[in-house]
């Protein structure tokens, strides 16, 4: 079985495929296998990378709750790629996956041909950040008490997931049973390192301005939680794009795949063809007087 090393920390993934790297990078409630869409789809004509985060077997649960971070978590993506021998690639996150592919492209400017950043926002807002630490702490501690099975029955049945249950069950009960065979442990010290206690998306503002990096923003339009920070990093980060995605909740890539990998094969192809460019600024005024003080 493969593994990179972080620092010491044995880190799981899988490849398939030849041609420019993409690394994807999965959510909380996911793991290597939740990439399988997207992995038969751009092998074709892509190297595509998948792993498993700290925390998630066979991938190594080190029980110290310091060796878990946002940071830690963005650190390990180069650690894969470095593994991979690979010097630049796509890197594709959702969730918890797009949290550490945007900091990548913080920390690893120079590496990243593109970022796609998926359902990426959930607990940034100010207003929300004490109760997102709360219940974030609640679900440790729940899977310290019941365990993992017990547990995703009912994450998997969360409020944003239920497009992906009403649309797709056979996909939907693949994805609860996936979640049930994750470690209880490295769930809590992944909650309380890396979701509790990372940096809200409105703090990185400056940074984000500045971040030159091709990015592809996704968010679905009920996964009402992720919308609002979507458009926000649409606002702030140059070079970026915005995909919403019609009816649809937090587990986007599994939920609609088709709509997920034609909107992510388009942005590498105007990536790669250098059509992807940054957003033309103009000064704040009128709209419909734009055109004619700009004459």
Request: aromatic content about 12%; glycine content about 8%; hydrophobic content about 40%.
């Amino acid at each position: 079985m493969p593994y990179a090393s972080s620092n010491g920390v044995n880190l799981y993934y899988e490849e398939a495929g030849i041609g420019i790297p993409i690394v994807f990078v999965h959510e909380f409630a996911g793991d290597y296998r939740s990439w399988e869409p997207q992995l038969r789809y751009f092998s074709r004509r892509y190297r595509c990378i998948t792993f498993n985060a700290r925390g998630y077997p066979p991938s190594d649960v080190p029980p110290d709750q310091d060796l878990y971070s946002q940071y830690i978590a963005a650190d390990d993506i180069a650690a894969v790629m470095d593994a991979c021998e690979v010097d630049t690639a796509h890197v594709v996150g959702i969730s918890m996956g797009g949290f550490a592919a945007l900091h990548f492209g913080l920390r690893h400017p120079n590496r990243a041909l593109s970022l796609t950043v998926a359902a990426c926002g959930y607990g940034a807002a100010y207003e929300d950040r004490d109760q997102y630490a709360a219940d974030s702490e609640t679900l440790a501690q729940e899977y310290e008490k019941i365990g993992s099975v017990k547990m995703a029955e009912m994450y998997a049945d969360g409020a944003f997931r239920q497009q992906f249950k009403a649309k797709d069950m056979r996909g939907w009960e693949e994805f609860r049973t996936q979640l049930g065979e994750h470690s209880a442990e490295g769930a809590a010290l992944t909650m309380r390192g890396v979701q509790k206690i990372r940096p809200s998306l409105y703090d990185l503002e400056e940074d984000l301005k500045g971040m030159k990096t091709p990015t592809l923003i996704v968010s679905g339009d009920e996964d009402d939680w992720c919308l609002e920070p979507s458009l926000y990093l649409k606002r702030v980060i140059p070079a970026s794009g915005l995909y919403v995605v019609p009816k649809t909740g937090h587990t986007i890539n599994l939920e609609e795949p088709g709509l997920f990998n034609q909107a992510v094969a388009s942005f590498f192809d105007s990536v790669e063809a250098g059509f992807w460019t940054e957003k033309t600024e103009y000064a704040e005024a009128s709209a419909l007087l734009s055109g004619l003080q700009n004459s």
